[in-house]
């Protein structure tokens, strides 16, 4: 088997293995991130990570944790796939000799190329992911926007393909998602390599146990939220702004009304869950990517 048939399939498990572990985390955040700005004097739907855990699982049950997990699910393998595989292409590029472990900096490259590429693919999948992540609290707002009930992923995109101008509808917020991926994962694996030379104590890591690379793999994915998080706030609201009704007309005006309205703290709503998901998910994900890829020879 190739090097990139290895990779295509170890990324496929390792991002199987974060999407199971780590969806419920991000149903929270998003709910968080998209519930809308009450009127003065008057609460927010969620007082914070656990009341919308109390109140998604008295409205909808435990399934109401995995809502949405159709759409990442149906395309987790091609993510990773796409992640890994460019970031192993890259590490091809800049590695100066076959088989030479990589520096730090050489990590941060290989993975803000992954970024870009990663992106056509994300931004897809997480306008319909936090569409129907968002339904129930938008729905509070009496948006126009959630008229439509979404039935699953498919409806999501067979609406927004049909009234929201075509395909090109699907990669709603992509500029926000690109300055998500592209430096988060920059530093995701460039913390990820020096926190492996750090427990292996030289460039050679290949000898490191599972509790390491948990380790490792949990900070590193810590790594990512700590550096975009606002990215990501910012391309959540853009994703379920209502189309015919728009409250932004893009990704800077989405920040400076957050910025206006809800101080710096707007910004990181949601934070919270994110980083509680982000260090189990990611430590699964790249546990899961190493195991198979040292399996695969």
């Known amino acids: 088997m190739g090097d990139v048939a290895k990779d295509l399939t170890s990324g496929t498990v390792g991002g199987a293995a974060q999407l199971i572990v780590g969806h419920p985390f991000d149903t929270i955040k998003v709910k968080l991130q998209s519930q809308p700005i009450p009127l003065p004097g008057q609460p927010h739907k969620y007082s914070g990570a656990m009341d919308a855990v109390r109140q998604t699982l008295a409205a909808e049950g435990p399934r109401g944790l995995y809502k949405g997990m159709g759409a990442p699910l149906a395309t987790v393998a091609a993510f990773n796939a796409v992640l890994f595989t460019v970031r192993g292409q890259m590490e091809a590029l800049v590695r100066s000799q076959p088989g030479q472990p990589l520096s730090v900096n050489q990590q941060v490259v290989c993975g803000a190329g992954a970024g870009v590429a990663v992106s056509f693919l ?60 592209i430096p988060g994962n920059a530093a995701m694996f460039g913390v990820y390599q020096a926190l492996k030379q750090y427990f292996a104590g030289a460039q050679d890591t290949s000898g490191l146990g599972r509790g390491s690379l948990i380790v490792a793999g949990g900070l590193a994915g810590a ?28 990704s800077a005006d989405a920040f400076r009304k957050i910025l206006r309205s809800e101080g710096v703290s707007g910004l990181y709503k949601g934070f919270g869950p994110a980083m509680a998901r982000s260090v189990p998910a990611n430590a699964a994900c790249f546990l899961a990517y190493e195991v198979t890829r040292a399996s695969l020879g």
């Open 223 to 250: 790594a990512f939220w700590l550096f975009v998080y606002p990215t990501d706030v910012v391309k959540s609201v853009i994703q379920v702004d209502d189309f015919k009704n728009p409250k932004f007309s893009g």
């Open 122 to 181: 994300a931004c897809p999948t997480e306008l319909i992911k936090c569409r129907l992540q968002a339904q129930s609290a938008l729905a509070v707002a009496g948006s126009s926007s959630v008229a439509v009930k979404y039935g699953g992923p498919m409806d999501v995109a067979r609406h927004v393909i049909r009234s929201e101008g075509g395909v090109r509808g699907l990669f709603k917020g992509l500029v926000p998602t690109m300055a998500r991926e």
